[in-house]
């Protein structure tokens, strides 16, 4: 297998989520919704369903123009996060943001990894290709002009080395579409579900990964990290 063969290889974020199986979706969805539901009572899934309704109708309403001149055209992926930032804006009417907040953290943690795996390559296919380091340097070598092109960041590898891999997103469309439902805050379940799953995926691998900051927190960047364990 050559690195150019692994899953994920010259797509964009965007793209791997919007071509998630429809049970996929259907699994992820229906996690989420036992773990939002736990935490209401009767009356506030009501007022739940009610804001959702709202929100969606809000949606479908939304100019997307700028995004789409930042060349974001995948409808699966748009409808797919458009959705999240409905549940998560109905969920901080019903309850309070910092609430919701909590509550969609708790959703990342049940589902993230497996989220993640859906898009990356395994473990083992990574260690079939030998120095982990050196394989993910190329994986991620097409990711600037794929995500570009896709519409969904605007990033650059600023550091690639033998023991260290730089990347920094100065635009996030996960980001733009929460601000343009005015519910920015809806992305940082998103930062969070990748700094929960991606430290235990990379620690595998002899690499540790970690974030100084993210666009949704106000810090000009994301700035990941991923550098060689010694």
């Known amino acids: 297998m050559e690195v150019s063969e692994l899953k994920g290889y010259g797509l964009a974020v965007s793209d791997l989520e919007g071509n998630w199986s429809v049970e996929f979706k259907r699994k992820i969805k229906k996690i989420s919704q036992r773990i939002i539901m736990v935490h209401l009572s009767a009356s506030q899934k009501i007022k739940l369903m009610y804001f959702y309704i709202k929100e969606k109708q809000k949606a479908l309403r939304l100019d997307l123009t700028v995004i789409r001149i930042n060349r ?23 309850l309070s943001m910092s609430e919701a907040l909590e509550i969609m953290y708790s959703v990342m943690d049940a589902t993230a990894g497996e989220a993640m795996y859906e898009n990356t390559p395994t473990i083992n296919e990574i260690k079939s290709l030998g120095d982990a380091m050196t394989t993910f340097r190329k994986y991620f070598e097409p990711l600037p002009e794929a995500s570009r092109k896709a519409g969904c960041h605007r990033l650059a590898i600023t550091e690639s080395t033998e023991n260290v891999l730089q990347i920094d997103i100065t635009y996030c469309v996960w980001l733009e579409l929460a601000k343009k439902m005015d519910i920015p805050e809806a992305c940082l379940p998103n930062c969070y579900a990748d700094d929960y799953a991606y430290p235990k995926y990379y620690q595998q691998l002899g690499i540790s990964y970690s974030r100084s900051g993210t666009l949704a927190q106000g810090c000009k960047s ?5 550098e060689r364990i010694s």
């Open 222 to 226: 994301c700035s990941l990290s991923f």
């Open 72 to 94: 974001m055209t995948n409808k699966s992926f748009i409808q797919l996060q458009l959705d999240y930032i409905c549940m998560f804006s109905a969920l901080s009417k019903v």
